[in-house]
């Protein structure tokens, strides 16, 4: 029984992590193809959706076979639970770089707005953070996923300065009003993805140490050096 326990562990743990390749490949063609402007990228991503969803449904599918064979318990039983909490958060972000390629294509048809948005550092800290949260979960290591958590208030602060940038240009000039409500809902989607990438660091954490630290401060990020 714990040989067959250990073999379909193994088999999930390699699928979420197949899954999580595919998800950050998504979210990397997504985020080139808003800032690079290709149509290319953008439409591989959207094609590949279809994909994901199918695969979230297995890896859920396999999860509940564990469960109903074998009941696990202790880090066992946390690591089917968070896998099939990451899984859902994977599908997730998966949806949200299909909303951003769309937008993508959708700001191609128009001029390209000349304010200083922080598109680029936006995009490297979301891909950041899911590379970083899914390494820590291939290597189960709690400290790495928690340096995750904190990176989630860059992105907050920059889709603050993008909602002001683009409120100002809407009021100034009413012919911009498509282009950056495009950009604004961009924005939007890229701050789901991280807050998403650190629902997975948080899942990893509890994983790890049974520890749930999704309503602690994350501004006193030293109260973890005493867990």
């Known amino acids: 029984m714990v040989t067959h ?3 379909d562990l193994t088999k ?4 979420i992590l197949s899954m999580g390749g595919l998800v950050e490949a998504a979210v990397r063609d997504a985020t080139e ?25 297995q890896i859920d599918e396999e999860c509940l076979k564990v469960l109903a064979l074998h009941q696990p318990v202790a880090g066992d039983l946390r690591f089917i639970t968070a896998i099939m ?30 304010e200083p948005l922080q598109f680029e550092r936006m995009t490297e800290t979301c891909r950041g953070m899911l ?7 291939v290597e189960r290591d709690s400290s790495a996923a928690r340096l995750v958590v904190p990176r989630d208030d860059i992105v ?17 000039d009413p012919s911009a009003v498509e282009a950056s409500l ?15 990438a650190t629902n997975i660091a948080e899942d990893v954490v509890f994983m790890v140490d049974a520890i749930d630290i999704r309503h602690w401060p994350l501004s006193r990020p030293h109260q973890y050096d005493a867990i």
């Open 5 to 7: 326990l250990q073999r």
């Open 12 to 15: 999930l743990r390699q699928n």
């Open 33 to 57: 193809a808003l800032v690079r402007r290709e149509a290319e990228l953008a439409r591989r991503v959207i094609n590949s959706d279809q994909n994901i969803d199918q695969m979230e449904l």
């Open 85 to 114: 909490k990451i899984n859902n958060d994977l599908e997730r972000i998966a949806d949200l770089a299909k909303n951003i390629a769309q937008r993508a294509l959708d700001l191609f048809a128009l001029p390209a707005l000349d």
């Open 131 to 137: 590379r970083d949260a899914l390494d820590a979960l």
């Open 156 to 172: 907050d602060e920059i889709n603050r300065a993008h909602f002001e940038l683009l409120e100002r240009r809407m009021k100034r």
């Open 182 to 196: 495009l950009c604004l809902s961009a924005s939007r989607n890229l701050e789901r993805i991280a807050d998403l």
